[in-house]
């Protein structure tokens, strides 16, 4: 619990901003930039090393810039959860012009480390999480080195081992093989599965099969990425889609998710979210947000059953009292 509070007092001291700054002397502002200029780290000062370059919206990329994913963001705030997310997948760049009159935040900047950043991210809420994924565009140029499907000539990656999603029978997998950067999983989505049959064809991919596939996806991260063990197991609480776009049959589908979940020090069972994003040429075509209990054994999942088998029975009971009161 000490811990905790130490953790949670450093990511307060380091998201809390001053409304202005003080200007430094000029010599000493120099030697900020020239140390920025030096780091190979989490900042730098020549944008396009990474995946992911961060900027800060009263900022600016110097023109002619290389960076390949450019996120802006307002806060300190988000400058840590994005770091939690991504880790050595992103950079953070700050202009010269901009180091003069930022000087306190490039101190703060300087204090970020990556663990610190997770235990903030481990923290957030769904919705604020959603938000910000939703200004996270797919790193093409990652995803090309990787195994998954991303060009419409591409051969979709084998299929996912179905214990991950609780199937006994790969042929209801509606998932490839992941893919991992940072604390984001990705997946190709397939578009047939035996135990999901349609009565009439259609000329796009049916919200149906969507929906089972996010849930294979949080199903998969949790495990994957939350450590689950193999042995644990989940019940869904909530599930709130959003659809934006149609997705066609014949190009590659990939799935993006996250999870909040991580094991507990303590053997108990955990609720926890799972945020899943659906692309098509790169453009986000729907997203989910599955809230959740994670079990961790097959036993404590049964107890949970037969309570909530025991209350649905009460309320069956009741429900024939007001059924024979009515009649």
Partial sequence: MMFTQSVSSQIQNLIREPLYFDVAEREQLERNVQRSRESKGFLCAVPGETNYTLVFDDDALPDGHQA?????????????LYYGLLGGACEMYLSPEYLFTSDERLQKLE????????????????????????????????????????????VVPSVIDPYFIHKSNPENALLSEPHFEGRLSYYNMLRYSMEIRFDHESDHVQGMLLLEAMRQAALATTHLMGNLPKTGAMTLMSYCTNFYNYIEHDAPVIIRAYTS??????????????????????????????????F??????????????????????????????AA
């Fill in 68 to 80: 390949r994913n450019v996120i802006t963001v307002n806060s300190m705030k988000e400058v840590m």
């Fill in 111 to 154: 204090e970020i480390h990556e663990p610190l950043a997770r235990d903030l991210l481990d923290e957030t809420d769904a919705e604020n999480l959603s938000s910000l994924l939703r200004k996270l565009p797919l790193d093409l140029s990652g995803l090309l080195e990787s195994p998954l499907a991303v060009k419409d000539e591409d």
């Fill in 261 to 294: 979940y991580t094991v507990p020090e303590s053997q108990k069972d955990k609720e926890g979210y799972v945020i899943c994003q659906v692309f098509q040429w790169g453009k986000l075509c729907a997203d989910s947000t599955l809230g959740a209990v994670a």
């Fill in 296 to 325: 961790l054994d097959k036993d404590r999942y049964g107890r949970h059953r037969s309570i909530s088998k025991k209350l649905s029975e009460r309320n069956r009971r009741r429900f024939a009292s007001k059924i024979q009161a």
